[in-house]
Each structure stands twice: as structure tokens, then as C-alpha cells.
């Protein structure tokens, strides 16, 4: 192979063939194409585009560039869900246990937060004992045993996918479109997986701040599923608000639970039954839509993702009387903090991208990779567009580590809410499904 030609043809415009994409990320993540000539082609693929082909064969070479999860054949289906991350979206957690109660098989290989954007392992360390890293043996097992497992990725699943985006981060090039297709997609192809639900995030909080390039992800993540044989959908939701009252690590753990026991906020349970529904009819076993919500929603109602969920607790390690201790604790930090509304009205406005910047700082996100976060720091009681609101009522509670912390963090948290006399006119949460 000659790289420098199949640059500058990039640079030039031209389509590449699939071998030849297969060979640039197999000779780059050999080691045979040093740093900045990769970072070149991301460069010339961030200005021109990829085709179609091309973005499926950088993601099919992405994921073969390491192991991918082999499971035996089971009449249950291997089903899966991506969010493109938000603030306060704990969906995850409740949908792993739900999903395997309607006879999936969940291998959700997750991520950990940065910035404003949680990650899902980050709240499920937040139990006591719980453990992430798991080897594919232990996954496989759990997966067919329990149904469902919710882990990081294992040290030799997608090593090209690391190299790439850490290449990404620091030449200016993760926001192209086809770019992030292959990243994400390549992570879950890995786990040979028959359904796809994606979770295409758009507004102030999200990685896609318009709903057009939020459309735009979601359709290049779409017809990519579907030419690599899985049933792929996506769904457009609106981030301009926190997902949930509750935003913070081990905040949303317990926002989880009570999404588990039918007492949590209504946005959760929507997404939660919708990603489930979906995933019913992408894979045949339900018809239509409505009865699939209805079957999600029997299922919640009933108990046994609760169950489950204590069941996929245990099988990786959690210590469920601590786990159990610690969810009647009304606070883990050591400061509680109230901002009130100081007049009536009706919420307006409740910024997301505000409260995820104001809850990394008190700890509970990462600036850096490297950052230490503080699980027990957030906010919650969240008031949320819509409601009505008198003066005195909480509409948020700050959980923090110093007392100068928890002052700071309600002056800024004031600009993320707005009261108007009027009530406003409600977004739905769910703006497009995209099949
Ligand atoms: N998330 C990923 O996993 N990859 C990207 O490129 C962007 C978001």
C-alpha cells in the first residue's frame, strides 16, 4: 500500500475502496502509519466527507481490530442501545434489566463520562462493590445466565477506535459526521448484536448541539446498522433539559431504582419504555408499537426489572446491603444545598448545559481523562418546564463537597432556571424516530 497516494486521492476527493480503508486502519494500528499521517486522513476525511462504503468499511475495520463478542446461538435476541450522552441520562441503567425481563440478550458495553456528559460506568461504581471490568468469558456467561451485563469495554475490543479518537481529540477532527459513525458504531458491532436502539441527543447538553446534525448522526449511524445486517433506529430527543430530576453519579443511580419501581420522573419511564418498544418491533417480536409499549410498560409494572436489576448487581460483585443501606441515605455528600424560586410563576427554562457544567465542577464530571470524580456530588429535586412554582419552592438541591462549593454552584445554577407568568409551550421529549 502506498498511504501518501491514498491521502492525497482523500485530500483530492475520491472515493476509497473498502480494501483500502481496511489496509489504513490495520497498517495504522500495526504501528506501520506513524501519528501524523493519520492525522492527515482524518483531516482530509473531516473536509470531504466518506461515503457511504467508506464509513462502513472504516467501521468494520475499526471493529475487527480487535475481538468481538462471540455468543451461542439462543432464540434470544442480542439487543443493545447507544445514547450519545446528555445530562441526567440514566436510561441504561433501568433499560439493561428491563430489556433482558422481555427476553433480550444485553451486552451493553459502556463508556465513562467527560465534560458535561455522565458515563454509565461512572454511576454504577458509585455501588458499593460493583465491578466493570469484566473479562468476555464473565460477560458471555453473565449475558446468557442472567441477560444482561453492563460493563466498559474489554482491554482488546476495538484498540483502533482509542488510538483514533485520541488522534481526534487533539487535531480538531472528532465532530465529523462520518467519524463518529465509525466510533460509536464499531464499539457496538462488537458485540455482534441483532437490534439497535440509538439515543440521538440534540440541544444546549448534547455532543449535537442542532437537531440537524442531530438528524443527520442519527441517519449515517442508521443506514450504517442496517448495511452491517442489524436492525438499527434511532431516536431524536431533545437535551436542551436535564433527562429526569436527578443529574450526578450516584444521584441517578437511585433516580434508577425508583425508574425500576414505577415512582420515578415521567421523562426516564418515556425513554425507557420507548427504547424498549422499539427494540420489541425491530426484532419481530411485537407487530406494532403501542402493544409493545404496553408489553414494556406490563413488564416494568410487574416488579421483575427491579429483581433483575438486584440479580445484574450481584453477578458483578455489588454488596447489595450496602447498596440497599446506602438508598436510604437522603444525602452521601456532605453538604445539602436548596436555590428557591423567589417568585411565582411557571419553570421556563431549566438549562442542562448549565447544571452538567456546574455539576462537573463540584466534582462529579471530568475536565480531563484523568480527572478523579466525586460520585456522591449533583443536583436534584429538579423543577422542570411547566411546572407551576411559588415563591420558596425548591428548584434545585445541591450536593456538595465544601459549603464554598455548594454557594457557588446555587449563584450559577440561578441562570439555568427562568420563571414567566405564563406556562410555556412544552417540546416533545421524543422529536423524530429515524428507521
Ligand atoms: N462517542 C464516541 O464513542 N465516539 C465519537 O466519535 C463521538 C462520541
Known amino acids: 500500500m502506498n498511504f501518501l497516494s491514498l491521502l492525497e486521492a482523500k485530500r483530492d476527493g475520491q472515493n476509497l475502496g473498502q480494501s483500502q480503508i481496511t489496509e489504513i486502519v490495520q497498517a495504522y494500528t500495526n504501528g506501520e502509519i506513524p501519528d501524523y499521517q493519520m492525522s492527515s486522513f ?31 446461538n439462543d432464540p434470544r435476541p442480542i439487543a443493545d442501545k447507544h445514547s450519545t450522552g446528555g445530562v441526567g441520562d440514566k436510561v441504561s441503567l433501568p433499560l439493561a434489566p428491563l430489556l433482558a425481563c422481555l427476553g433480550f440478550r444485553v451486552p451493553m458495553i459502556s463508556g465513562r ?13 458509585s455501588i458499593p462493590g460493583f465491578r466493570t471490568a469484566l473479562e468476555p468469558d464473565k460477560i458471555i456467561q453473565q449475558v446468557q445466565s442472567i441477560g444482561c451485563v453492563i460493563c466498559g469495554q474489554t482491554a482488546d475490543m476495538v484498540p483502533a477506535d482509542k488510538s483514533l479518537y485520541a488522534l481526534r481529540d487533539v487535531t480538531g477532527t472528532v465532530p465529523s459526521i462520518p467519524l463518529i459513525t465509525a466510533s460509536i458504531l464499531s464499539k457496538k458491532l462488537a458485540e455482534n448484536p441483532q437490534a439497535l436502539i440509538l439515543d440521538v441527543k440534540f440541544g444546549t447538553a448534547a455532543f449535537m448541539q442542532t437537531k440537524e446534525r442531530a438528524r443527520a448522526l442519527a441517519e449515517s449511524m442508521v443506514t450504517l446498522g442496517h448495511q452491517c445486517g442489524v436492525n438499527t433506529r434511532a431516536l431524536l430527543t431533545d437535551m436542551n433539559v436535564p433527562l429526569g430530576r436527578a443529574a450526578g453519579n450516584w444521584l441517578e443511580v437511585k433516580e434508577s431504582v425508583e425508574c425500576l419501581e414505577n415512582r420515578g420522573p415521567a421523562d426516564v419511564h418515556e425513554l425507557v419504555i420507548e427504547c424498549a418498544a422499539h427494540l420489541l418491533v425491530q426484532t419481530g417480536r411485537t407487530s406494532d408499537i403501542q402493544e409493545a409499549q404496553t408489553q414494556a410498560e406490563a413488564s ?115 441562570k439555568a432556571f427562568q420563571i414567566t407568568n405564563e406556562p410555556p409551550s412544552l417540546a416533545p421529549l421524543i422529536q423524530e424516530v429515524i428507521e
Open 42 to 72: 482524518l483531516m482530509a476525511v473531516y473536509f470531504q466527507g466518506m461515503a457511504a462504503g467508506e464509513t462502513a468499511a472504516l467501521t468494520l475495520a475499526v471493529r475487527d481490530s480487535g475481538s468481538t463478542l462471540r455468543f451461542p
Open 113 to 125: 463520562g467527560l465534560g458535561i456528559t455522565g458515563g454509565t460506568l461512572d454511576k454504577l461504581e
Open 300 to 414: 416494568l409494572q410487574s416488579g421483575e426489572p427491579r429483581r433483575k436489576w438486584d440479580e445484574m448487581l450481584r453477578a458483578q460483585g455489588a454488596d447489595l446491603a450496602a447498596f440497599q443501606q446506602k438508598l436510604t441515605l437522603e444525602e452521601t455528600a456532605p453538604i445539602l444545598l436548596e436555590l428557591c424560586a423567589d417568585k411565582a410563576g411557571f419553570v421556563s427554562q431549566c438549562d442542562a448545559r448549565i447544571i452538567g457544567e456546574v455539576i462537573r465542577d463540584l466534582g462529579g464530571g471530568r475536565l480531563t481523562k484523568e480527572t478523579v470524580i466525586n460520585p456522591a456530588v449533583g443536583v436534584d429535586q429538579l423543577a422542570k418546564p411547566g411546572e407551576p412554582i411559588q415563591p420558596g419552592n425548591v428548584l434545585a438541591r445541591i450536593h456538595a463537597a465544601t459549603q464554598a462549593q455548594a454557594e457557588t454552584a446555587r449563584d450559577r445554577l440561578q
